[in-house]
């Protein structure tokens, strides 16, 4: 069987729609990585290193990143029991670069606006809202970290001004760059195949329980905050790999659902007692069926997740249930 080298194979029109140049310009790989041995090797090597990281600052923090989702989910989650992120210079550092990581993808180039026909293609408001949502998440592990108000009403009101501050810079961003027909995660359309639908949906519930760890007062706030990177940068990478043909449609969505599992994994971890559970649900429903507006749903959801309200919810619940479903059962149903 003959394997096709880089030079045979046919480069993406959109990859091409800003160079007029041939060879390396035009085909925007590294003429070092010509120097390898042919085969798919090479072929894979020199569709990730292109001229426009030509100093492998984006791949350089890619790969510590990786490093990093590694050593936080396999080697200090089973040994701690944590994510380990409790305010240290190496804490502080792992966040900077995943938040470096996001933004460093500033430096390729990418279409203006999405194409609905080919979703996993990156796109100008994709980008940008990954650098915002990372940048939510350092927000959320300095909040955790350096929060000088723990325990105070202000704390319980700074927190989801912080995290919604966010989403209004996300909204300006899909106002600039955004889908005209308002197609989003969330708002799947009708007309889907049913396994599509339902993946669909699985991706915007994590959506809602990535927010909802967010805006819940928590001891680990930190590491919700490191959390929910790994949702959004493996996104990106999977994306990267899909559309240089290095993976399959198939493979991204296995390994990105298989991310995501993680995820929440450590979200229901440290919040999933019943009574998350139960607002989760309600505002997937508020949300999704309903279409009642995000900032007075999280709002309403974050003033619900202040202890003394959640106090005073379970006193009621045990008031008019009893035990079946009072305070005994909401501490100690968990994930």
Known sequence: MTVKTLDETPASPIEDSHESKGGSDRRGYQAWTQGLPPGPFRNIVAKLFTNEDNLQLHKTLGILSLVSFIYRYFWVYPTTGTLGFDGSWFDHLSIFLHLALSTSSLVFHVIRRRLLNRPMIIWEEYRLHAIVFSTRCMSVYAMGTFNPFKGTLFEHAMIPLVVLAHHVAADKVTEMYGSKDGVTTVRVRDGHRAEIT??????????????????????????????????IQSSAFLMTLYRKGVITEVSHGLWYTFCLVISLFHIFRNCGNAMFIAKLGGAYILRTDFKLNKYVLWLGFALLSVPAVTDLITAKLMEITGDSFGASSIEHIQW
């Open 198 to 231: 339902t993946v669909l949906r699985f991706y915007a519930f994590y959506q809602f329980a990535a927010l909802a760890s967010h805006l819940t007062p928590n001891a680990r706030l930190a590491d919700l905050g490191f959390n929910t990177f790994i949702a």
